[in-house]
C-alpha cells in the first residue's frame, strides 16, 4: 500500500525556487485599460494644429509677442499689466528663456524694481507669476507650529544645531542713488534649474521653483555682455541622492583692462564631501552632504587677452596677441616717467617723451611692414576653469594662408560655437577652433552618452591631450530613461 502511494510533495524547483511558468495572458491594470481607451477615442492632432517653432519678442514695455514661424500668426499679450496693473513705470531690463527637463519651458524677466517675472506656456496660452526672492532661507531650519505645551526653546533643544552651520551674513556695501556699476543681466543654468542675477556690484544664485537665494557673489565692474556662469559636469550627491557639482565659476571681463577675471567656488576639503550639493530645502543639522555654505573662492586673473569666449565643457578658449607688454606694468612706468619729471623741465620732457614714442612707433610699424602669418600675431590658449591652469596652443595653419597678410587685420568678433568650440573672425575669414574630436554639434551635452566617445577612444589609447578636464561621466544619464523606452515602444 505505501509502495504504490505516489509523493504528494512538489518538485524542489517548484517548492524552493518557486520557478512557475509566467500566465499566459499579461493583467493590465484598470488605470491602464481607461487611458487606451480614451487614447483610442480621442483622434489624432493633426500637424496643421501642433505649433511646432515659435518666434517670441519681449520688449521694455512688458509686451510679450508670439510670432508663429508657421502661419505667420502674432499673438500678444502684457506681463506688467497682468500682474502690476495699468497705472505703473515699471520697465523690463533683461529677460532669458530656461529649459529644464521634465519641466516646461520658461522665460525669466527682471524688473527695473528688482523683482522677478517667470512666463510659462500652459496649454497653449502664457501664464505669469511674480516670483518670491527669499533671503535668508537657505541651510536654515524649517519653522514648526507646535502646540505650547509641547513646544521647546531653540536654546534647550538638544538637536538645534543652528549655531554651527549658519552661514555667515557677508557685508553688501551700501548703494548709492544713481551710480549703477554693471548692468542689469540674467544668465541661466538650465540644468540646474536656476539663475544668476547680476545686481549692480553683488549677484545671486536663485533656485526658480521656489525663490530661495542659494548664494550671494561679490563681483567686480565687468565690461557688458562678458559676464558668464558655468558648472562642472553635474552627478548626484553620494548622501542625498540630489544634482550636485563640484565647482561653480563666474567669469567676466574686466572692465578698464583686457583681463579675464574668474571667481571659482569649490570645497577645499579632498573626501568624500567633495561636491556642493544643490539641494535647496536644506536642513542645517543634515551633516552628511555640505551646500554652497561650505565652499571656499579662488580667484584667477588672465591678463592681455585679445578675444575669448566660455564653452560648455567649463573650458574658457581665447586668443591673445604674441610679445604684448602686460598692460599694468605699462601703467607702472607711466606713473613713475610723470613722477620723476620736475616742475621747471616739463616742456622739455614732454618733447623729448614725445620724440621717443614716435620713434618706438616707427619701430613697430617698420617691424610690422612686412607680410605676416596668423601665428606670428596670434596665440590660442584654453583655461581650465575648475583650476585656473592655462594651456598655450599654436593656431592651426589654413589652406591659403601664405598669401595673406595678416598684420594689419584683427579679430572683429568671437562667438560659441557648439559646446566646445568658438568662431573667430579676422577680417573677412571666419575660423573654427576647438580642441579634442571634431563632433561639435551636441545638443543634450548632459543627456548623452557618446559626447566624449571619440575622446574616451583616443584616451585608451595613449593619445588624449594634454588638458587637465575634469572626467566625465554618465550618471544623470537617467532623465532620458523614459524617452528612450517611448521610443521603443
Same mark, same amino acid.
Not at 533683461?94 to 527682471?110: F, G, H, L, Y
Given at each position: 500500500?505505501?509502495?504504490?502511494?505516489?509523493?504528494?510533495?512538489?518538485?524542489?524547483?517548484?517548492? +524552493?525556487?518557486?520557478?512557475?511558468?509566467?500566465?499566459?495572458?499579461?493583467?493590465?491594470?484598470?488605470?491602464?485599460?481607461?487611458?487606451?481607451?480614451?487614447?483610442?477615442?480621442?483622434?489624432?492632432?493633426?500637424?496643421?494644429?501642433?505649433?511646432?517653432?515659435?518666434?517670441?519678442?519681449?520688449?521694455?514695455?512688458?509686451?510679450?509677442?508670439?510670432?508663429?514661424?508657421?502661419?505667420?500668426?502674432?499673438?500678444?499679450?502684457?506681463?506688467?499689466?497682468?500682474?502690476?496693473?495699468?497705472?505703473?513705470?515699471?520697465?523690463?531690463?533683461?529677460?532669458?528663456?530656461?529649459?529644464?527637463?521634465?519641466?516646461?519651458?520658461? +522665460?525669466?524677466?527682471?524688473?527695473?524694481?528688482? /523683482?522677478?517675472?517667470?512666463?510659462?506656456?500652459?496649454?497653449?496660452?502664457?501664464?505669469?507669476?511674480?516670483?518670491?526672492?527669499?533671503?535668508?532661507?537657505?541651510?536654515?531650519?524649517?519653522?514648526?507650529?507646535?502646540?505650547?505645551?509641547?513646544?521647546?526653546?531653540?536654546?534647550?533643544?538638544?538637536?538645534?544645531?543652528?549655531?554651527?552651520?549658519?552661514?555667515?551674513?557677508?557685508?553688501?556695501?551700501?548703494?548709492?542713488?544713481?551710480?549703477?556699476?554693471?548692468?542689469?543681466?540674467?544668465?541661466?543654468?538650465?540644468?540646474?534649474?536656476?539663475?544668476?542675477?547680476?545686481?549692480?556690484?553683488?549677484?545671486?544664485?536663485?533656485?526658480?521653483?521656489?525663490?530661495?537665494?542659494?548664494?550671494?557673489?561679490?563681483?567686480?565692474?565687468?565690461?557688458?555682455?562678458?559676464?558668464?556662469?558655468?558648472?562642472?559636469?553635474?552627478?548626484?550627491?553620494?548622501?542625498?541622492?540630489?544634482?550636485?557639482?563640484?565647482?561653480?565659476?563666474?567669469?567676466?571681463?574686466?572692465?578698464?583692462?583686457?583681463?579675464?577675471?574668474?571667481?571659482?567656488?569649490?570645497?577645499?576639503?579632498?573626501?568624500?564631501?567633495?561636491?556642493?550639493?544643490?539641494?535647496?530645502?536644506?536642513?542645517?543639522?543634515?551633516?552628511?552632504?555640505?551646500?554652497?555654505?561650505?565652499?571656499?573662492?579662488?580667484?584667477?586673473?588672465?591678463?592681455?587677452?585679445?578675444?575669448?569666449?566660455?564653452?560648455?565643457?567649463?573650458?574658457?578658449?581665447?586668443?591673445?596677441?604674441?610679445?604684448?607688454?602686460?598692460?599694468?606694468?605699462?601703467?607702472?612706468?607711466?606713473?613713475?616717467?610723470?613722477?620723476?619729471?620736475?616742475?621747471?623741465?616739463?616742456?622739455?620732457?614732454?618733447?623729448?617723451?614725445?620724440?621717443?614714442?614716435?620713434?618706438?612707433?616707427?619701430?613697430?610699424?617698420?617691424?610690422?611692414?612686412?607680410?605676416?602669418?596668423?601665428?606670428?600675431?596670434?596665440?590660442?590658449?584654453?583655461?581650465?576653469?575648475?583650476?585656473?591652469?592655462?594651456?598655450?596652443?599654436?593656431?592651426?595653419?589654413?589652406?591659403?594662408?601664405?598669401?595673406?597678410?595678416?598684420?594689419?587685420?584683427?579679430?572683429?568678433?568671437?562667438?560659441?560655437?557648439?559646446?566646445?568650440?568658438?568662431?573667430?573672425?579676422?577680417?573677412?575669414?571666419?575660423?573654427?577652433?576647438?580642441?579634442?574630436?571634431?563632433?561639435?554639434?551636441?545638443? /543634450?551635452?548632459?543627456?548623452?552618452?557618446?559626447?566624449?566617445?571619440?575622446?574616451?577612444?583616443?584616451?585608451?589609447?595613449?593619445?588624449?591631450?594634454?588638458?587637465?578636464?575634469?572626467?566625465?561621466?554618465?550618471?544623470?544619464?537617467?532623465?532620458?530613461?523614459?524617452?528612450?523606452?517611448?521610443?521603443?515602444?
Amino acid at each position: 500500500m505505501l509502495s504504490n502511494r505516489t509523493p504528494s510533495r512538489r518538485g524542489s524547483d517548484a517548492s +524552493i525556487n518557486g520557478n512557475y511558468p509566467p500566465p499566459p495572458i499579461s493583467m493590465k491594470s484598470f488605470g491602464e485599460r481607461q487611458r487606451e481607451i480614451a487614447r483610442e477615442a480621442t483622434p489624432p492632432i493633426p500637424d496643421s494644429q501642433l505649433i511646432k517653432d515659435e518666434f517670441v519678442i519681449i520688449l521694455e514695455t512688458g509686451e510679450l509677442i508670439v510670432y508663429s514661424c508657421t502661419d505667420g500668426k502674432i499673438k500678444s499679450s502684457n506681463m506688467i499689466t497682468s500682474i502690476y496693473g495699468t497705472e505703473t513705470d515699471l520697465k523690463i531690463l533683461s529677460a532669458k528663456k530656461i529649459r529644464t527637463p521634465r519641466i516646461n519651458d520658461r +522665460i525669466v524677466c527682471q524688473m527695473s524694481n528688482s /523683482d522677478l517675472i517667470v512666463a510659462t506656456v500652459i496649454n497653449n496660452s502664457w501664464k505669469f507669476r511674480k516670483l518670491a526672492i527669499k533671503q535668508g532661507q537657505y541651510n536654515q531650519e524649517n519653522k514648526f507650529i507646535r502646540p505650547s505645551s509641547t513646544a521647546i526653546a531653540p536654546s534647550t533643544s538638544a538637536n538645534d544645531f543652528t549655531s554651527m552651520y549658519k552661514e555667515k551674513p557677508q557685508a553688501t556695501p551700501p548703494e548709492i542713488k544713481g551710480l549703477k556699476l554693471n548692468v542689469s543681466c540674467i544668465v541661466p543654468l538650465e540644468f540646474l534649474g536656476m539663475i544668476v542675477v547680476v545686481k549692480n556690484l553683488v549677484c545671486e544664485l536663485i533656485d526658480i521653483q521656489t525663490g530661495i537665494v542659494l548664494k550671494q557673489f561679490h563681483i567686480a565692474n565687468f565690461k557688458p555682455n562678458s559676464f558668464r556662469v558655468t558648472h562642472s559636469e553635474p552627478t548626484h550627491c553620494k548622501f542625498c541622492g540630489c544634482a550636485s557639482i563640484q565647482a561653480l565659476s563666474i567669469v567676466y571681463e574686466d572692465y578698464d583692462s583686457s583681463t579675464i577675471i574668474t571667481q571659482t567656488y569649490k570645497i577645499d576639503e579632498q573626501r568624500s564631501k567633495s561636491n556642493i550639493c544643490l539641494r535647496v530645502e536644506r536642513d542645517p543639522r543634515e551633516i552628511r552632504c555640505l551646500g554652497f555654505n561650505a565652499v571656499s573662492e579662488h580667484q584667477y586673473w588672465f591678463r592681455n587677452v585679445v578675444s575669448w569666449e566660455m564653452t560648455d565643457v567649463n573650458m574658457i578658449i581665447g586668443i591673445i596677441k604674441k610679445d604684448k607688454v602686460d598692460n599694468d606694468e605699462e601703467g607702472d612706468e607711466s606713473e613713475k616717467m610723470v613722477a620723476n619729471v620736475k616742475s621747471g623741465d616739463k616742456f622739455d620732457q614732454l618733447v623729448e617723451n614725445r620724440c621717443l614714442t614716435s620713434l618706438r612707433n616707427r619701430r613697430k610699424h617698420g617691424k610690422s611692414s612686412g607680410s605676416k602669418s596668423l601665428n606670428d600675431i596670434y596665440e590660442g590658449f584654453i583655461v581650465t576653469v575648475s583650476d585656473g591652469k592655462r594651456s598655450y596652443y599654436q593656431l592651426p595653419t589654413i589652406e591659403g594662408e601664405k598669401h595673406r597678410d595678416f598684420s594689419h587685420e584683427r579679430i572683429n568678433a568671437i562667438e560659441r560655437y557648439g559646446f566646445k568650440s568658438i568662431i573667430c573672425n579676422f577680417g573677412n575669414l571666419l575660423e573654427i577652433y576647438y580642441l579634442g574630436n571634431d563632433k561639435l554639434i551636441e545638443q /543634450d551635452i548632459y543627456y548623452n552618452p557618446d559626447v566624449w566617445s571619440q575622446d574616451n577612444k583616443s584616451t585608451l589609447n595613449g593619445t588624449r591631450d594634454s588638458t587637465n578636464r575634469p572626467p566625465q561621466n554618465s550618471e544623470l544619464l537617467f532623465i532620458n530613461k523614459r524617452r528612450t523606452m517611448g521610443r521603443r515602444k
